[in-house]
């Protein structure tokens, strides 16, 4: 693995947004040394076996999963992973909010533990989602959400199981715990992305994903459903 190297890994549907997330990854701080990788996939049917032919294709050791429509606001972005990675060695993947626990109908933003922080449009229009505060560098969590995942390990993302758009992100956060990782969402003063998603298509295999997410990871889910 090149330790001074970052991957950036998109899939692409939409040139247009995955241009204007490539002008925000253009506008980064790259820490000295470094060297950047772009891998957009433009024929993926699925977010789990292109992940795994762009993990399997880059020698990177740091990796930047993201979603063509997430635009990343932190400038100083990379400098912030990268320290955290390197003082936390057993910190496998981070990502800007997720869940200590996972309630048992699989849906992580039903967690009463959330953390982190993200300007979202899930709900129609750009709004603040801002969850429960971090004190120390990273807060630990069961999961993250796929919006952008870094990691410093490679983990085979499970295709086995997912083969369309959902579920993924909770079943990689898993495989990482399962392997001895930790996944942690970081403290930000101010939220480090923008995820101009739009209301989330739930049709698109949405629910059969859930269910095998549930079928395959039932030990890890838990009781706690509701918002706060």
């Known amino acids: 693995m090149n330790e001074r190297k970052i991957c950036f890994i998109t899939c692409v549907a939409d ?3 995955y241009r204007k997330s490539l002008s ?31 993990m399997k294709s880059s020698d990177a050791k740091y990796k930047v999963y993201l ?3 997430v635009w990343i606001m932190n400038a100083n972005f990379l400098n912030d992973v990268i320290k955290l990675f390197q003082k936390y060695p057993k910190l496998g993947m981070i990502g800007t909010v997720g869940a200590k626990t996972i309630p048992a109908n699989g849906i992580w933003w039903e967690s009463l533990s959330r953390y982190g922080k993200i300007y979202d449009s899930v709900t129609g229009g750009l709004q603040l989602l801002a969850f429960h505060d971090i004190d120390h560098d990273y807060e630990s969590v069961r999961a993250i959400d796929g919006l952008i995942m870094m990691t410093q390990f490679d983990v085979c993302w499970r ?13 990689q956060s898993l495989e990482f715990n399962k392997a001895g990782y930790d996944v942690g969402v970081p403290k930000q003063e101010r939220p480090w992305c923008i995820h101009d998603c739009g209301i989330v298509n739930v049709r698109n295999g949405y629910e059969e994903a859930r269910e095998i997410f549930i079928r395959n990871y039932s030990e890890w889910l838990d009781a706690d459903i509701g918002t706060n």
Not at 25 to 51: C, F, H, K, N
């Open 67 to 69: 979603h063509q429509d």
């Open 24 to 54: 925000y990854i253009y506008s980064l701080s790259v820490p000295e040394g470094y060297e950047i990788e772009r891998i957009a996939d433009e024929q993926a049917e699925g977010l789990t076996a292109a992940y795994n032919r762009a």
């Open 159 to 171: 295709e086995d199981l997912f083969s369309g758009w959902h579920f993924y992100d909770l079943s």
């Open 15 to 17: 040139p247009i947004q």
